[in-house]
Each structure stands twice: as C-alpha cells, then as structure tokens.
C-alpha cells in the first residue's frame, strides 16, 4: 500500500530555486534524491489519492525537456507536474509545484480544429449563456479562466458578440494557486486541488456535454 500524502514541506521550494538558479545537469543529479523524496514522490502520492476520490488514473509527467526545437536549452521544467485523468470528462485534473508553490488546474488545453468548431457554435447559441453564467459563477469562487485566445474574432463572429470573451478562447482552463511556504505541509493540498475540481465542474461540464474529446487523426488535431 502506497505511503499517504503527508504534505511537501519548505524545503521543497528551496528545491526548485536552486534548480532555477542552476539549471544543469550535474546540479540536478547531485539533487536528485531530495527532489525524489520531497517532490515527486509526495506529488505522486497525492495524485493517486485524488485517482482514487475521483475514479480516475494518473500520470505523471517527465522533469526533462524536450529541447531539440528549443532555443531554450535548459534541460529541466523549473516545476513538476502531473495529471488526474477521470473517465467522461476531456478536462483533467492538473497539479503542478514549483518554486512559486502549489498550483491546480483543470480544462480543455490546444483544443484541435473539430473541437473549436463544436465549441464556438455552442457558445453562441442559446446553451452558450449556460457557459457565461457557469464561468462567472466559477470566477466568483476564486478561480481564473484563462488560455490562449484570438485577438481578435472568429471567422464569421461579429466583434459585439455578447460572449465574444469565450468565443476568442482556444483553450478553456480554470486554475488557482495555493501558495508558497507554510501551505504545502499536511492535508491542505489535497483538500485544495479536490476543491478546485468541485468548483469548475460546471464550466468543464459543459465543455464535455457540448465539446468532448477530437475526433481527428493525432497527427492532424493540432491544425487549429
């Protein structure tokens, strides 16, 4: 039986800046251990107890980057993050640590070209005040919304749309942070990041009533 989640402690920060501060290889593997034991193996741990709340899996994602395109060429993510995958529902739960603390989100990330078809559509009939009204309710809960967004309006969406806000969305995530030290000891993420999925469940509800999983090829979903 897995271990339970006991909280990171403020040493876990300490962690990440010093990764920031010296972003190499060799500074990674004489920290290996302590990022293993304070970091990724708690995240984990916590993750699975959400998987187990929620019916869900997890997984966890790799500390290196991918640095073949990138002119960035810092071989590490300066956080560490996984995900809550729950059947029927696209969006997910995401938590991630870093130096700047504890963060959670949820939500439809580079939806592909069918999805934002499906989602633009909804949003402007009558379904899509639905989504105004469960976005606001979400915002005055605490949480954000945010994503990547046009900047101007879709094609064939006129500049005064009454929901132009969502309609220039291309992602729909909602997030909040819990901050730095003195947050991350005990039971307080976990209660944090299940509340966070209770409180967008209404907007990323909507989104898989109305938008849902792509049906495209992988190899073209990302031709949005």
């Given at each position: ?8 402690g ?105 999805q ?14 639905e ?54 000891d ?39």
């Amino acid at each position: 039986m897995q271990a339970p989640f006991l909280g990171f402690g403020a040493e876990a920060l300490d962690w990440f800046r010093g990764l920031e501060a010296e972003n190499s290889k060799a500074w990674f593997e004489a920290n290996r251990a302590a990022w293993e034991r304070g970091i990724r193996d708690p995240l984990e741990r916590l993750l699975e107890e959400l998987a187990a709340d929620l019916g869900g899996s997890v997984r966890m994602f790799r500390q290196n980057r991918d640095i073949r395109f990138s002119k960035d060429k810092s071989p590490y993510k300066t956080s560490t993050y996984g995900v809550v995958r729950v059947p029927g529902s696209e969006s997910g739960l995401y938590v991630s640590i870093s130096s700047k603390g504890l963060g959670a989100g949820s939500g439809y990330l580079r939806m592909a070209a069918d999805q934002l078809q499906r989602y633009r559509d909804a949003v402007q009939r009558p379904e899509g005040a639905e989504l105004a009204e469960a976005v606001a309710s979400m915002r005055a809960a605490g949480l954000r919304l945010w994503g990547a967004a046009l900047k101007g309006a879709p094609r064939g969406v006129a500049r005064d749309h009454p929901r132009i806000e969502l309609l220039r969305l291309k992602d729909v995530l909602a997030g909040d942070d819990l901050g730095p030290a003195g947050t991350l000891d005990g039971r307080r993420p976990v209660a944090f990041a299940r509340a966070l999925w209770d409180r967008s469940r209404p907007v990323m509800g909507w989104m898989d009533a109305h938008v849902g999983p792509s049906l495209l090829p992988p190899e073209v979903r990302r031709g949005r």
